[in-house]
Nanobody, 127 residues
């Protein structure tokens, strides 16, 4: 069973940056696309980005393009999400999720194809 654990969230001032991590155990990650999703209070879950199994392809939501960057180190079974130029609208619980490459042929923000989810890490942007 693949297990995912997010870390790196916290309180940050507007304009600040954070690096979130998603660490996997149970299976090697190199056959999974990894997506990052977020959910703010009272709002639906939103797909933020997805990175392909090899890391050579990514897709980003329009709301985060140019500010968020996903990378991965399969040797460490870890995916990273660098988030910068943060604003209040970025406040949410951030989740990572894994989709087998046979299902997610290309990076996707469609949450339906993701089988494994972490429990999330809180990011709060406030002065």
């Amino acid at each position: 069973q693949l297990q995912l654990v997010e870390s790196g969230g916290g309180l940050v001032q507007p304009g600040g940056s954070l690096r979130l991590s998603c660490t996997a155990s149970g299976y090697t990650l190199d056959i999974y696309a990894i997506g990052w999703f977020r959910q703010a209070p009272g709002k639906e879950r939103e797909g933020v980005t997805c990175i392909s199994p090899t890391g050579d392809s990514t897709v980003y939501a329009d709301s985060v393009k140019g500010r968020f960057t996903a990378t991965r180190d399969n040797a460490k079974n870890t995916i990273y999400l660098q988030i910068s130029s943060l604003n209040a609208e970025d406040t949410a619980v951030y989740y990572c999720a894994a989709a087998h490459t046979l299902v997610a042929v290309s990076p996707t923000l469609n949450s339906d194809v993701y089988d494994y989810w972490g429990r999330g890490t809180q990011v709060t942007v406030s002065s």
